[in-house]
């Protein structure tokens, strides 16, 4: 099939802004609760609808007595927290488009995202990041005004609008159409400069209500009781953004985490317990690995595993019973599975807080295996896809088929086709507007309505999507053999001690591989083993190692064919970082920068 089309859903607007939703929400139900706030003690406090309102009405205000003026951008560089929230809606609500900055951007980076975007003020969260922007702040004549979150940048907003009347704040809201610049986003730049995109109120309201009323399961209309998330993506992605926007449209309880890692994140989903998650593939790859090195620990690895293929073939004959191609779980499967889900799935499903059935994943490609475990042990876990110029999701699996392995059918409203190449383009009301200040690259990529995505896939006979790579990342051997290397990438992450893999090869005879270790496996895999916890040197040298990374290899060739194997690997003593300039802020591989920083390595891969 070359191409799909998924009718829309929902109406599109000719009137309004994102910012109007705050209003009628607190006009209809002023005490519907909207979102959750920690408290000085670290509880969670509820925030009614009427509360959120005010709070965005205060701070609007206090942007206009500060200067920020209809059109006017401003840039947000924090961690994922509730004020950032409440300072997207004020700005909406006076006309102003926020302009996200990753809270780990260089100087120099910063730099060129606030030049870029001629921003006037910028709010920061603390005072390193303060320090980082007052460091470029002579080279940014525009910029007028600093505010910090952790020095109270809320109050002080709210008591210098103090004196402005609500109906000024409305005059701005009222003036804004779908076709107005909500956000300028900028791309997360693996391949140069990023790019800032040009996002309408309209593409958030396309993407995000459409996707409401096409996922019942996770927004539910009616009685089941209110959904509720735990926002702790970064806000400065496509994906944490559509996440903050969406969650508000349909009325779903939204709390804020700023910290990804399990230590603090854990105890937030016990506490705040979700009934639905949105997180990229990593997250949910190293909840699956904690949990089987807990087991393995407490001398329980081989039940786990046995419940893992439980859990798997259990999803696998739901996934034929859903396509008509099987008659579902059978007497003695589903027996298995009742008592796993007792013995093992409940403690995961306990680990999220107890609440959550359904999660979204995006970003990157999920292991199919890995989809159908967490299925089968009782959260469905829908995987997307789509850009930061389509607003997140353009395609996603549907709640009542849902195919692991691909990224699902377009999202209502959308066109997914295939060129002849092989490249993925998409048309929709959340396909961007273009990119600020270039039109050159702007026309590289958009044609009559039309998204050239950059990325290479293939759509089946029931319009599911399969993304295989990234045009620009194919590589071509030195015998002329094409391969497309996310393939062999994902298979050999999906090892448990593999943190990462970069596979190389253009212009060389054959195709080989660089690849990084998860430091938590491995120190767990040396203490079950009784080895000694050797640095860096010795580790990447152990044999023992070596093996288990090569079986991960082995496992990823497997996928292709015999010229498009991993032909040699090697095991590097460091993780790429996005300090080191070897990822994005959003964990994306800068692909040249890795080869120019271990070309030494990489020769020597072809020197054997």
């Given at each position: ?61 206090g942007l206009l007595a500060e200067g920020v003026r209809f059109g006017d951008r401003v840039a947000i560089m924090s ?530």
């Open positions: 099939m070359r191409e799909f089309t998924v009718p829309a859903l929902a109406t599109e607007p000719q009137t309004g802004g994102l910012a109007d939703t705050v209003f009628d929400r607190a006009d209809a139900d002023p005490r519907q609760v909207v979102m959750a706030r920690k408290d000085a003690s670290g509880a969670w406090r509820d925030v009614t609808a009427a509360e959120f309102r005010d709070q965005v009405l205060a701070l609007a205000k961690r994922t927290r509730y004020e950032w929230t409440l300072f997207d809606f004020a700005l909406w609500s006076v006309g102003a488009q926020p302009v996200p900055v990753y809270p780990t951007s260089s100087a120099e980076q910063v730099h060129w995202m606030l030049h870029d975007a001629e921003v006037s003020a910028a709010v920061v969260e603390h005072e390193e990041h303060a320090m980082t922007v007052g460091s470029v702040v002579d080279r940014l004549p525009r910029l007028k005004r600093l505010w910090q979150l952790d020095a109270d940048a809320e109050g002080a907003l709210a008591a210098a609008g103090a004196h402005i009347h609500d109906d000024v704040v409305h005059r701005h809201r009222l003036a804004l159409t779908p076709d107005t610049p909500a956000t300028v986003l900028y791309t997360s730049g693996t391949t140069g400069r990023p790019k800032g995109c040009v996002l309408t109120h309209g593409n958030f309201m396309a993407e995000c209500d459409n996707l409401v009323r096409r996922y019942e399961a996770l927004f539910p209309s009616g009685g089941g009781g209110q959904a509720s998330t735990l926002l702790f993506l970064p806000l400065a992605h496509v994906f944490g953004r559509m996440i903050e926007v969406g969650a508000v449209r349909a009325g779903v309880r939204l709390g804020h985490q700023p910290n990804m890692t399990a230590a603090a994140l854990l105890p937030d989903l016990e506490t705040f317990r979700p009934t639905f998650l949105l997180a990229v593939p990593y997250i949910f790859e190293r909840i699956f690995h904690t949990a089987r090195r807990r087991a393995e620990a407490e001398g329980r690895l081989e039940p786990f595993d046995k419940a893992v293929d439980v859990a798997v073939r259990y999803a696998e004959a739901m996934e034929d019973r859903a396509f008509g191609t099987g008659r579902g779980p059978s007497p003695a499967l589903r027996m298995q599975h009742r008592f796993f889900d007792k013995a093992v799935y409940s403690r995961l499903r306990a680990a999220l807080g107890g609440r959550c059935r359904y999660a979204v994943s995006g970003g990157s490609a999920m292991e199919r295996r890995l989809g159908l475990f967490y299925d089968g042990a009782g959260i469905r876990v829908f995987e997307g896809y789509g850009l930061t110029e389509t607003t997140a999701a353009a395609t996603a699996n549907p709640p009542e088929q849902t195919r692991f392995g691909t990224v699902g059918v377009p999202v209502p409203g959308t066109t997914v086709h295939i060129a002849e190449d092989g490249e993925v383009w998409l048309r929709g009301g959340q396909v961007f507007a273009g990119y600020l200040g270039d039109a050159r690259a702007t026309a590289e990529v958009l044609h009559n309505g039309w998204l050239a995505t950059g990325d290479l896939g293939s759509l089946d006979e029931d319009g599911y999507l399969t993304i295989t790579g990234r045009k620009k990342d194919v590589l071509v051997t030195s015998g002329g053999k094409t391969v497309s290397p996310t393939v062999l990438e994902d298979r050999v992450r999906a090892h448990p001690l593999v943190a990462q893999c970069v596979v190389v090869g253009n212009d060389r005879p054959y195709v080989a591989a660089l690849v990084t270790l998860d430091e938590d496996a491995v120190h767990h895999w040396l203490t079950m083993r009784n080895k000694p916890l050797l640095g860096p040197a010795e580790l990447v040298r152990d044999p023992d190692l070596e093996a288990e990374v090569r079986r991960a290899v082995v496992a990823a060739n497997t996928q292709v064919s015999q010229a498009e194997s991993i032909r040699t690997f090697r095991i590097l003593g460091s993780r790429f970082t996005e300090e080191d300039g070897l990822l994005t802020p959003s964990l994306k591989l800068r692909r040249k920068a890795v080869e120019k920083a271990y070309a030494v390595e990489i020769d020597a891969l072809y020197q054997r």
